[in-house]
């Protein structure tokens, strides 16, 4: 996850205690020291939508065997014992967990920070208000254009004006929200749309995600945008945070999934003579880059440990055997020690990189979807081969 508020702009928030601590980088079992990783759970598999992308390949019916409360409740005593800072509640969508807000006061009563992902089309201001009062300190809600743009991503008419409906459910009781945009060829369009949203309707915060090619995503391949539109992308989305800065307009705006941006960002800034620049280095060069299988871990609905949400080929195990803090920090398990320590093992362009230290590698997983290598190139990664020093 890149801060571009704090890159350009200089703007902190509280992810970036995790992201830019000058030890996260050196770190091999979480974000910093003594701290296990931010945990994603994908608490269930359940999901009103049909999303094009989604990576768990969720429906809407009710699946078999997901962890009981019991069970979940140890999962959380786990965390809190390995010190995980934040939990992210996901799914599917995790609001359709009938006991989402026990399990999410649980988690707060251990001193875990908690999250939630959702598609918003469940918030209603009765809901909003559980939700704030569970002590959910942020709630994203997905959004992949404006009206029926969004609505044929997502696979339900009327979607859009459900999610946003919910957004104004939080917005209007102080809970704290903002969207979640995964960019494609589809959508790429409707970029200036969502600014023109977030400003219109006073939301803080934006992630603006790459595609991950996993779950029915794997299907969008072709789907994704040509490197040129992913600068433009990246170049708009530039423009626009430093204008809101300009302006006075507290807004969080970050990109997700793909490390290229930050040293993207950071080209930009030596290109043009800013002194911002050196800091930006010495930042990005703190936070080491992609952390997959070290500051950041997702678990299923079934107790499976991954290195992320999107890394679900790969196995770690399960915490009905072992508690997280066990698996998370197994040393025999090869692909997990792999990427506590991947720079030996990157193929081509990516273990030639000059920028190898802020970016690590990128994004595994789409180059094992591509390429059938998890250790090749991530195709993803639109910095020239001027740019990275391998003249390809």
């Known amino acids: 996850m890149i801060s571009v508020s704090r890159l350009l702009c200089g703007a902190e928030y509280y992810g970036?205690?995790?992201?830019?601590?000058?030890?996260?980088g050196s770190?091999?079992?979480g974000t910093t020291t003594g701290r296990g990783p931010v945990v994603v759970w994908n608490s269930t598999r359940t999901c009103n939508l049909r999303c094009l992308h989604c990576y768990s390949n969720s429906n809407d019916h009710i699946y078999e065997n997901e962890l009981t409360t019991t069970e979940a409740r140890k999962f959380i005593d786990d965390l809190a014992a390995f010190n995980v800072p934040v939990i992210l509640f996901s799914g599917g969508e995790p609001l359709l967990r009938p006991d989402f807000f026990e399990l999410a006061g649980y988690a707060r009563q251990k001193k875990i920070r908690c999250t939630l992902s959702t598609n918003g089309t469940l918030i209603t201001p009765e809901m909003a208000g559980r939700i704030k009062n569970a002590g959910v300190s942020y709630v994203g809600i997905s959004l992949d254009g404006i009206g029926e743009n969004n609505d044929r991503f997502r696979g339900r008419k009327?979607?859009?004006?459900?999610?946003?409906?919910?957004?104004?459910?939080?917005?209007?009781?102080?809970q704290r929200v903002g969207l979640r945009f995964t960019i494609n060829r589809h959508n790429l369009d409707q970029l200036p749309g969502i600014f023109k949203l977030i400003e219109d309707e006073d939301i803080p915060r934006v992630c603006f995600y790459h595609l991950v090619y996993s779950g029915r995503g794997s299907k969008m391949v072709n789907e994704d945008v040509s490197?040129?539109?992913?600068?433009?992308a990246m170049d708009l989305i530039m423009e626009h945070t430093l204008d809101y800065h300009r302006r006075g307009l507290n807004k969080e705006i970050l990109t997700v999934d793909n490390h290229a941006d930050g040293v993207y960002i950071y080209l930009s800034l030596q290109k043009?003579?800013?002194?911002?620049?050196?800091q930006v280095r010495r930042l990005l060069t703190a936070n080491g880059g992609n952390r997959s299988g070290i500051a950041i871990g997702a678990v299923d609905w079934f107790g499976n440990v991954y290195p992320d949400q999107f890394t679900r080929q790969h196995l770690l195990g399960n915490i009905r055997e072992n508690s997280f803090g066990e698996i998370w920090q197994n040393t025999d398990h090869p692909l997990l020690q792999g990427l506590k320590n991947r720079k030996p093992?990157?193929?081509?362009?990516?273990?030639?990189?000059?920028?190898l230290n802020m970016c690590n590698g990128n994004f595994r997983i789409r180059a094992e979807s591509v390429h059938g290598d998890f250790w090749a190139p991530d195709p993803a990664c639109y910095l020239t081969g001027e740019e990275t020093g391998t003249a390809d």
């Open 16 to 24: 970036d205690s995790l992201r830019y601590n000058q030890d996260a």
């Open 27 to 29: 770190q091999r079992n």
């Open 158 to 174: 009327g979607a859009f004006d459900a999610a946003l409906s919910g957004i104004r459910a939080c917005r209007s009781i102080g």
């Open 227 to 232: 490197h040129a539109q992913t600068r433009q």
């Open 272 to 278: 043009t003579g800013q002194a911002r620049a050196e």
């Open 345 to 355: 093992l990157l193929k081509g362009r990516c273990a030639r990189c000059r920028w």
